[in-house]
């Protein structure tokens, strides 16, 4: 049976739509576009404030790999990346070395064929672990972790990846100085994130729709005034 479907996007670049989620794993607007603003512009901005030489990326999860090998393509000049991805999909990280990826993915076609065959890579400045496990139980074995790149399918259809007992085992991995960034707005996903003690922000550009990011200290984005939203809006959240 047909799985996916190719999906061309407004910035010209692909991504697929899944047909048992029926979801895009990208939103219209861009696959790149959306990757890099949702996600790497951020830990690329912030990626100084870290004090390692080592940046800790966890990316939920690998779908089509965009997230991480865009982060590659901008890893910070002095450091390494080290990033974590969970995915049940296996046959479609296999599938990826044909793939049709931007043109800026050549310079890493080796990369992107070595995932997608060994779901690993390392060289000197890049390791890279996909692990074919549920990100729920994968998680819970990591610590320390500088960014998450949240970016499941929507809680509609994904909704043990939005819950506010997932976002604590998130909680209790982040480093002190560790970013979530999401494309989500919805109110049960701040609401969680506000309840577990984050900070909310929102993202800096206008490429895109913007969506939230969550931290335990000032980052220097547009913040969010949930208290202010909380007068008005009763607080809930998705939960296991
Ligand atoms: C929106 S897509 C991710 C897109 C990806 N970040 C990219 O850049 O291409 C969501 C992915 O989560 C995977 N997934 C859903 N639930 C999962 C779970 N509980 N554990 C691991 N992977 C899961 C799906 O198979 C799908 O590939």
Redesign the pocket.
Known sequence: MIKYKEVKTKDNTF??K?LE?N????SSEG?LKE?YYK?VSVMKDLADDIDEEEIRIL????????????SILNRPKHKKLKIF?????LE?VKSLKNFKYPKEFDKIKNIINEVSKNLYYKDEFVEIEV????????IKNLENIHFV?Q????PKV?K??WTIEYFNDLKKILNQKGVITTYSVATPVRCALYKLGFKLFTHKDDFIRKGSIAAFRDIGYPRVNFEEKLKRIKCYFYED
């Not at 990316?59 to 865009?70: E, K, P, Q, R, S």
């Not at 692990?131 to 729920?136: G, K, S």
């Not at 970016?151 to 929507?154: C, G, H, P, V």
């Open positions: 991504t697929l899944n989620y979801e895009c794993y990208h696959a990757t996600h990316d939920i999860c690998f779908g089509l790999g965009y997230n991480t090998f865009v991805s969970p995915e049940l999909d479609l692990a074919n496990v549920d990100a729920r139980e994968y790149y970016d499941a399918f929507s994904n043990e990846l």
